[in-house]
């Protein structure tokens, strides 16, 4: 069951946190910080930029790599090829996958016996094909896991479009499906989120926050055309059309349970008494992704890093930074707070 929590926490002083390495590192200097030492605190971890960045380039390669069109011989090698990737899992040292590829290829083998139709076939191979790759050519734990999740999702959509279509060849196919392998272990516990929200700017706009898994995300960053994960978005003003498409979405999926992904937590700060502070416990067993939107449009996203410090991220906006001049005259201010991303 999806549940939220929303906490209110009292702070004294403004919360403030620069963008620009050259403000940063004045405000350190202004503060008394050494900034060689306190620099790699308040930099965004570049965690989830990265991680972006390879999903991207290998979905362009994977794109690239598809053929145009699959006869039902070159199926059986691909569903060769597809058995005997869990193989080549072992000896890379991605065994925790063995068991979610073992099933998928069950799944495809099933579905591709439902219709011998040329785009039933592609469809199979299209979805499946990604998996191959990812293995075979080491793309790393984090971009495995992602591919792997979104080709059973995709391979749910498909069958459960297909067996609501009518045909009569599809109407028991969603029993060939097996989603075990990639649903949540709500087992191993939760880790508490939080989200701060600079008050000066959350009291000039509306502001709405989300929580969103794995499976979602992939969704999300194929809409989006745009840097995402890296904190604030450049021109986040001029990208409203992405952003409704994106915001309606996770909207839709808030209270999604036909399937165990597609987890969304949404905080529309005003239905709260506008809290500065937004805290949600998030299941260990997934990636969780943080989307701020001001006024309705995209403002700031971020891979948020598992039950750790960096669980805790400040939205900002960039202000004028003082001076160290105007900060020995008065205009200093030791009394901010900060918080680590």
């Not at 965004?44 to 960045?53: L, V």
């Not at 199979?124 to 495995?144: C, H, M, R, T």
């Amino acid at each position: 069951m999806k549940t939220r929590i929303l906490t209110l926490l009292l702070a004294f002083g403004a919360t403030t946190v620069f963008a620009q390495n050259e403000n940063v590192e004045r405000q350190y200097k202004n503060n008394g910080f050494s900034v060689q030492q306190q620099e790699q605190r308040f930099i965004p971890s570049p965690t989830g930029k990265k991680f972006n960045s390879r999903l991207k380039a290998f979905d362009n390669f994977s794109k690239k790599s598809l053929v145009s069109f699959i006869s039902r011989q070159a199926f059986v090698t691909h569903l060769e090829a597809l058995d005997a990737i869990s193989d080549k899992a072992k000896m890379s040292g991605y065994n925790d996958y063995v068991s979610a590829l073992n099933t998928l290829h069950t799944n495809i083998k099933n579905l591709s016996r439902l219709s011998s139709a040329d785009g039933h076939r592609y469809k199979l191979y299209e979805i499946s094909a990604p998996v191959i790759k990812v293995i075979d050519e080491n793309w790393g734990q984090d971009v495995a896991e992602a591919v792997i999740d979104e080709a059973y999702l995709n391979l749910y959509e498909y069958t459960r479009m297909k067996a609501a279509s009518g045909e009569a060849a599809f109407a028991g196919a969603m029993k060939y499906l097996n989603m075990d392998p990639i649903k949540t272990n709500e087992a191993m516990g939760q880790c508490l989120y939080t989200v701060k929200i600079d008050k000066e700017i959350l009291n000039k706009d509306e502001f709405e926050v989300y929580f969103t898994d794995l499976a979602l995300f992939r969704k999300i960053a194929k809409r989006y055309n745009g840097d995402l994960l890296g904190g604030p978005i450049s021109g986040w003003a001029t990208k409203d059309n992405e952003s409704a498409s994106i915001r309606t979405m996770m909207q839709n999926n808030e209270a999604s349970k036909d399937i165990a992904a597609y987890y969304t937590y949404v905080y529309k700060l005003k239905d709260f008494g506008n809290p500065s502070t937004v805290q949600q416990n998030l299941y260990k067993d997934n990636k969780w992704f943080v989307w701020v939107f001001r006024n309705g449009v995209l403002y700031y996203s971020y891979m948020a890093i598992p039950c750790s410090k960096q669980s805790t991220i400040t939205v900002y906006e960039e202000r004028p930074v003082t001076g160290i001049d105007d900060a020995q005259g008065g205009g200093g201010n030791n009394n901010n707070d900060y918080y680590d991303y």
